[in-house]
């Protein structure tokens, strides 16, 4: 399981960090609401931790702002303000669970795998992207558009789904180089021009609706015209 933890205590992040990675979990954390919502926005977490308090953006603006952007991941809020209250605002804002502090590890460790679990019931559906007619199948890793197959390449298709994933936002050559090629940009490389050219070939050519936009001077961005 991959995790994002948003909480600006650092004792208790650390402390559910290392609790977590102990059971093999994957986990980033954020120490503001600003900072969570560019992750949660640019990786594919299982489960989201969310305290309430945090700086920059509040937790339930975050989860409101999460879910605006069709974030279906499952958020437990993870919070000190355990009020009636707090926690139907939490609910409201697109919170799944709600766990107030002081808590016990292993009751945070049993929901997370809940939440997870739900969302494994549902991995089919959640793992068939679709964009206008294209569609990305994660578990078969085959492409399609109106119905017909697009042979790609590992990085191609790990290129396409990162678009996807940012469907209508403007990712730049950067954000592309960390998060599809794992390397700092060099900016004396069109690697990434080339590649996106191949999808442009592959995706868009033989269709009257283009897909694959260039945003002069800031990158690139999919979305239906």
Do not use: C
Request: net charge neutral; aromatic share 8%; charged share 30%.
């Amino acid at each position: 399981m991959k995790i994002l933890v948003v909480e600006d205590e650092p004792k208790l992040a650390s402390f559910v960090k290392k609790g977590l990675e102990e059971q093999s979990f994957e986990v980033d954390v954020a120490f503001d609401g600003q900072i969570g919502r560019n992750l949660a926005l640019s990786n594919s977490y299982d489960v989201i931790v969310l305290d309430v308090n945090v700086p920059k953006m509040n937790g339930y603006d975050l989860a409101k702002s999460l879910r605006s952007e069709n974030i279906k991941t499952p958020i437990l809020m993870l919070t000190a303000m355990g009020s009636l209250d707090n926690k139907v605002a939490g609910f409201e804002a697109g919170a799944d669970d709600y766990l107030v502090k002081p808590f016990e590890f292993r009751e945070l460790l049993a929901r997370l795998r809940a939440l997870s679990k739900r969302t494994i019931d549902t991995s089919l559906q959640a793992n068939l992207l679709k964009v206008a007619d294209l569609e990305l199948d994660l578990n078969e890793k085959i492409a399609r558009r109106g119905g017909k197959r697009i042979e790609l390449t590992a990085k191609e298709f790990a290129l396409l789904e990162y678009l996807m994933r940012n469907r209508s936002r403007v990712v730049s050559r950067i954000d592309i180089a960390e998060k599809v090629w794992d390397i700092h940009f060099d900016t004396g490389t069109n690697v990434i021009d080339v590649y996106v050219n191949f999808l442009r070939k592959k995706v868009d050519k033989n269709f009257p609706v283009k897909l694959i936009h260039t945003v002069i001077g800031m990158g690139y961005m999919l979305k239906e015209e």
